[in-house]
């Protein structure tokens, strides 16, 4: 199939009164890493959520991996899909979060191989081995044994991917994922995240690393009060954007 990983045409959603996306187009092609970009209360948690369907989409039509999120189609009439359905979907979407929401009393192996072994139903011998590996493949092999509070910011948000890699995912989506990291831990995920976009996963990431995004993003996506305002080449988008508001917001960040 060659429909993109995820594309958004006129996606709203508000809360209340609050119109939060305001009809939100965009397109992440297969392979491709978008970052997303944009002002505090601009609305990107909220559509990342959305790709997801943690949050339901109030107009407009999202797709993942050509399938509408939270819907199936049948003709021209559109069924909710069950919950068991949107969990189904939601495994093929790995998310990483700001805080890293481990499982505190677990190890990070543990934390690892509990949604493959609970939820995919993988072999626990076999899914300890898969869990050691991914815990290699972000530079933790050494650490498995440990526990949340044993670990510093950077390796626990490291665990965290090599969690949410262990359902292989389709897609992953980021939140801010180095935010609240102590400035020294932060390219250390980076540096994993990198990775991962070479070996060509598909990544929407919420970053205001703007050194990232022009480095490793496919496209910059500019968001503010619910719309995109800019989009494309994150070197043109974040070196000479057309936008004034653009401008504005790139200023305060660099
Ligand atoms: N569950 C909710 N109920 C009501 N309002 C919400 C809810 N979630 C988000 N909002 C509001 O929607 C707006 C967009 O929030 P969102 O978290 O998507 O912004 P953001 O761009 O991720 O901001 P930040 O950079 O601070 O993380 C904000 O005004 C927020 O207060
Ligand atoms: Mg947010």
Do not use: W
């Not at 009439?77 to 998310?95: F, N, P, Q, S, Y």
């Not at 619910?226 to 200023?251: I, M, W």
Request: hydrophobic share 40%.
């Amino acid at each position: 199939m060659n429909a993109p990983m995820v594309r958004a045409e006129g996606v709203r959603k508000h809360f209340g009164k609050l119109e939060v996306l305001q009809g939100i187009d965009l397109t992440v092609e297969r392979g491709q890493v978008c970052c997303l970009l944009g002002p505090s209360g601009s609305g990107k948690s909220t559509f990342l959520r959305c790709i997801n369907h943690l949050e339901k989409v109030d107009g407009g039509r999202l797709t993942v991996d050509g399938e509408l999120v939270g819907y199936r189609q049948h003709g021209i009439k559109l069924h909710e899909l069950r919950e068991r359905e949107v969990a189904e979907r939601r495994r093929d979407i790995g998310m990483v979060f700001q805080r890293f929401n481990l499982f505190p009393h677990m190890t990070a192996l543990e934390n690892v191989i509990e949604a493959p072994v609970k939820v995919g139903r993988v072999p626990k011998a076999v899914a300890r081995e898969q869990a050691q590996q991914l815990l290699e493949q972000v530079g933790l092999g050494d650490r498995a044994g440990h526990y949340p509070a044993q670990l510093s910011g950077g390796q626990q948000q490291r665990v965290a991917i090599a969690r949410a890699l262990a359902m292989k995912p389709k897609l992953m989506l980021f939140d801010e994922p180095t935010s609240a990291l102590d400035p020294e831990l932060v390219g250390d995920v980076l540096d994993v995240m990198r990775d991962l976009a070479a070996d060509g996963m598909t990544m929407v990431v919420v970053t205001h690393e703007i050194g990232f995004a022009r480095e490793v993003g496919d496209t910059a996506v500019f968001m503010d009060q619910g719309v995109v305002v800019e989009a494309g080449d994150p070197r043109q988008v974040l070196a000479e954007p057309e936008q004034e508001r653009t401008r504005a917001f790139l200023s305060k960040v660099l």
